[in-house]
């Protein structure tokens, strides 16, 4: 329980911090996903709108806060925890925007007011600098990009060399991630870099440091992951204990949260410098200011859609890193593809929490029909057992859990793999050891029904023995 109150807590934490610092992680020239004139970063309305926000966040950050913990001390004995922690982030991802939004939209009537367009340069142009994308690649050696792919067999081949029991899944959510890792990491070394707000040299300078430092995130959290998913195979395998894997997975996601919040600040001391530049003069001989007006280019201050720029990904307006160009048809397939995946994932997600078992005997076999279905055979039992609870539970390998619902394949803390049929894991169960130390465990809600079940199947099974 503990655990889930420190999640909770870190998690918020990080989202606090997001919300407050929103503006420092903005690009030169841009306040809440506006185009201001340069320098005008300290301007007194815009300031007052910034203050407004961060007030106004950190109110509806409070109440959310207040909100889950009540939620996890309340629903604590029903085991639905973590469905408070999954609830708080989403609502804390979404009022976030809620809050951005609205400050946006004072800002751009600010704009409007002051007439600062007129201070903006119209030209439909775009500054490219192709060299910049030279010196990204280069900073970056090809033969790195194979050291996480080499540790990752490396830590699949142990359990394959010692014959032990590995999950496929676990091995397609690993390639996967890697893979969409190292898409990342191409698309930034390809990426085109459009040039504006502010001097010319000032703005490359910042441009080509911040995607080296991005590259070399990405890079580590490549790394971090392999890791991960290597020892989460270990653990499958029963080579290292549950115990271990949980540590060196706290490490490791530690480790990325700190390299990740590490990068942000880097970065957002890095523009906070150049804005603090942009606050002088710059009409010295010989410097080049590119302030062009660009706002029409962006959904809401965030999306960027120009259907006139080839280009598949650019830079963030506000935050790091990248984001497509929804105007692009690539684009908008990876999207629409990316939107049927989560749909099929949280419908499968639903399914799995939701589906009743069916359980059919007949004189050779007992079956229960499900997401996760089995056909006991009789003769394949070594055991039965009624048990008053169940073994405690370390690590779910594939299956859903909602609640006390458990069904699928799990690790239990003693290292045993199991599969589950359990509908309430705070009531007695039944025990069904197979040939080659398969173990599942079953039971109703109702104990009634899983004492009928236990009976019903000791009396087929004892049939055939």
């Given at each position: 329980?503990?655990?889930?109150?420190?999640?909770i807590?870190?998690?918020?934490?990080?989202?606090?911090?997001?919300?407050?610092?929103?503006?420092?992680?903005?690009?030169?020239?841009?306040?809440?996903?506006?185009?201001?004139?340069?320098?005008?970063?300290?301007?007194?309305?815009?300031?007052?709108?910034?203050?407004?926000?961060?007030?106004?966040?950190?109110?509806?950050?409070?109440?959310?806060?207040?909100?889950?913990?009540?939620g996890?001390?309340t629903?604590?004995?029903?085991?639905?925890?973590f469905?408070?922690?999954?609830?708080?982030?989403?609502?804390?991802?979404?009022?976030?925007?809620?809050?951005?939004?609205?400050?946006?939209?004072?800002?751009?009537?600010?704009?409007?007011?002051?007439?600062?367009?007129?201070?903006?340069?119209?030209?439909?142009?775009?500054?490219?600098?192709?060299?910049?994308?030279?010196?990204?690649?280069?900073?970056?050696?090809?033969?790195f990009y194979?050291?996480?792919?080499?540790?990752?067999?490396?830590?699949?081949?142990?359990?394959?060399l010692?014959e032990?029991?590995?999950?496929?899944?676990?091995?397609?959510?690993?390639?996967?991630?890697?893979?969409?890792?190292?898409?990342?990491?191409?698309g930034?070394?390809?990426?085109?870099?459009n040039?504006?707000?502010?001097?010319?040299?000032?703005?490359?300078?910042?441009?080509?440091?911040?995607?080296?430092?991005?590259?070399?995130?990405?890079?580590?959290?490549?790394?971090?992951?392999?890791?991960?998913f290597?020892?989460?195979?270990?653990?499958?395998?029963g080579?290292?204990?549950?115990?271990?894997?949980?540590?060196?997975?706290v490490?490791?996601v530690i480790?990325?949260?700190?390299?990740?919040?590490?990068?942000?600040?880097?970065?957002?001391k890095?523009?906070e410098?150049?804005?603090?530049l942009?606050?002088?003069?710059?009409?010295?001989?010989?410097?080049?200011?590119?302030?062009?007006?660009?706002?029409?280019?962006?959904?809401?201050?965030?999306?960027?859609?120009?259907?006139?720029?080839?280009?598949?990904?650019v830079?963030?307006?506000?935050?790091?890193?990248?984001?497509?160009?929804?105007?692009?048809?690539?684009?908008?397939?990876?999207?629409?593809?990316?939107?049927?995946?989560?749909?099929v994932i949280?419908?499968?997600?639903?399914k799995?929490?939701?589906?009743?078992?069916?359980?059919?005997?007949?004189?050779?076999?007992?079956?229960?029909?499900?997401?996760?279905?089995s056909?006991?055979?009789?003769?394949?039992?070594?055991?039965?057992?009624?048990?008053?609870?169940?073994?405690?539970?370390?690590?779910k390998?594939?299956?859903?859990?909602?609640?006390?619902?458990?069904?699928?394949?799990?690790r239990t803390?003693?290292?045993?793999?199991?599969?589950?049929?359990?509908?309430?894991?705070?009531?007695?169960?039944?025990?069904?050891?197979?040939?080659?130390?398969?173990?599942?465990?079953?039971?109703?809600?109702?104990?009634?029904?899983?004492e009928?079940?236990?009976?019903?199947?000791?009396?087929?099974?004892e049939?055939?023995i």
């Amino acid at each position: 329980m503990e655990i889930v109150y420190i999640l909770i807590f870190l998690i918020s934490c990080v989202f606090l911090f997001m919300g407050l610092f929103m503006q420092n992680f903005a690009n030169n020239s841009i306040f809440f996903g506006v185009r201001i004139p340069v320098g005008y970063d300290k301007n007194e309305l815009l300031q007052k709108e910034l203050k407004r926000f961060k007030k106004r966040w950190s109110i509806v950050w409070g109440i959310i806060f207040i909100l889950s913990l009540f939620g996890i001390f309340t629903l604590k004995d029903k085991g639905y925890e973590f469905i408070v922690v999954f609830i708080s982030i989403f609502s804390q991802i979404i009022l976030l925007q809620v809050c951005y939004f609205i400050t946006f939209n004072k800002v751009k009537k600010i704009k409007k007011q002051e007439n600062w367009k007129e201070l903006l340069t119209n030209k439909k142009v775009v500054y490219v600098d192709l060299n910049l994308q030279k010196q990204v690649e280069k900073s970056m050696n090809k033969g790195f990009y194979l050291i996480p792919w080499i540790i990752y067999l490396i830590f699949l081949a142990i359990p394959i060399l010692k014959e032990k029991q590995i999950e496929i899944i676990i091995i397609i959510s690993a390639v996967s991630s890697l893979i969409i890792l190292q898409i990342s990491i191409l698309g930034i070394l390809k990426t085109k870099q459009n040039l504006n707000g502010g001097d010319l040299e000032s703005i490359k300078k910042e441009a080509l440091s911040n995607k080296k430092i991005i590259l070399k995130l990405l890079y580590s959290t490549q790394i971090l992951l392999s890791i991960l998913f290597g020892v989460t195979n270990l653990s499958i395998a029963g080579i290292i204990s549950n115990n271990i894997a949980s540590i060196i997975t706290v490490v490791i996601v530690i480790s990325t949260l700190i390299l990740s919040l590490a990068s942000a600040l880097i970065i957002s001391k890095r523009r906070e410098f150049i804005r603090n530049l942009l606050e002088k003069d710059f009409n010295e001989k010989g410097q080049i200011i590119l302030n062009k007006d660009d706002d029409d280019n962006y959904l809401m201050g965030i999306f960027y859609y120009n259907p006139n720029d080839p280009s598949l990904l650019v830079d963030k307006r506000m935050g790091v890193g990248m984001t497509f160009n929804f105007a692009n048809p690539i684009a908008k397939i990876i999207n629409v593809i990316s939107v049927v995946i989560l749909v099929v994932i949280f419908t499968l997600v639903i399914k799995l929490s939701t589906s009743t078992m069916n359980v059919n005997f007949s004189n050779s076999n007992v079956s229960i029909s499900c997401m996760y279905s089995s056909d006991i055979n009789y003769q394949d039992i070594v055991k039965i057992e009624y048990l008053n609870k169940i073994p405690p539970i370390g690590t779910k390998i594939n299956g859903a859990s909602t609640g006390n619902r458990n069904i699928g394949y799990y690790r239990t803390k003693d290292n045993r793999n199991v599969k589950l049929y359990i509908e309430d894991s705070k009531e007695p169960c039944v025990l069904i050891k197979l040939k080659g130390e398969k173990i599942i465990y079953f039971n109703y809600k109702d104990k009634e029904k899983t004492e009928n079940f236990y009976k019903t199947l000791k009396n087929y099974y004892e049939k055939i023995i």
